[in-house]
């Protein structure tokens, strides 16, 4: 029996949709929980903020972040920016919210705002004090697509947290999720196989 071209393409779109629904689901982007021997925090008060810069790896919406932080039971300042020219974080806020942080992995925050990351764009996470945020150092830079940062003039002027130690680097422990934006050659089939399911419909219709 000779299955009429549409039905293949009927067949194609519904097991490409099957496959591509993963796709709205969010995913762990960045991830450094690096723990052992070294520095084990910061603890800052209402004179700082604490921050960490990572590389995004997934184009998409981020859609919640994971910090291993405490803010001893009081709110605080949480913000998304881009980096300046010179690498240190900068007064451009993708996204903030204000939020109590139990501590831990654990708790997802997230952002009212939808921020849009784009792969290999460098972005930070900004916690403004007092909080104590837990990281991890070393002689060997554990997590290479970023650093922590410390300002003491409400960021003005932006120092590597790792200098306050004795080891040459020293990261927060954080996680980033992304929902990703599918690529434009999945979004092509996509539309290749709605175009033949609708062709089957109207065949149907007349």
């Not at 009081?74 to 881009?82: F, T, Y």
């Not at 930070?124 to 104590?132: D, E, M, N, R, T």
């Amino acid at each position: 029996m000779r299955t009429h071209p549409r039905y293949v393409l009927l067949i194609f779109a519904v097991c490409f949709l099957w496959v591509a629904m993963p796709l709205s689901a969010d995913t762990i982007d960045q991830s450094f929980t690096a723990s052992g021997l070294g520095p084990a925090g910061i603890g800052v008060g209402n004179c700082c903020i604490l921050g960490q810069s990572y590389t995004a790896g997934i184009t998409g919406t981020l859609t919640g972040i994971n910090v291993n932080a405490g803010s001893g039971g009081g709110m605080i300042q949480v913000e998304i920016v881009a980096l300046s020219l010179s690498g240190t974080p900068s007064s451009t806020v993708l996204g903030a919210t204000t939020v109590q942080i139990s501590g831990g992995l654990s708790q997802l925050i997230t952002f009212s705002t939808p921020i849009q990351q784009v792969a290999g764009i460098m972005y930070a996470i900004l916690l403004y004090g007092p909080v104590s945020w837990n990281g991890w150092g070393g002689q060997i830079d554990q997590y290479t697509g970023g650093m922590s940062w410390i300002t003491f003039d409400n960021g003005a002027n932006w120092n590597s947290a790792a200098n306050l130690f004795p080891t040459p680097f020293f990261d927060f422990h954080f996680q980033t999720h992304v929902n990703p934006v599918p690529e434009p050659g999945t979004l092509a089939l996509m539309a290749t196989g709605l175009a033949g399911l609708m062709g089957v419909r109207r065949k149907i219709v007349t």
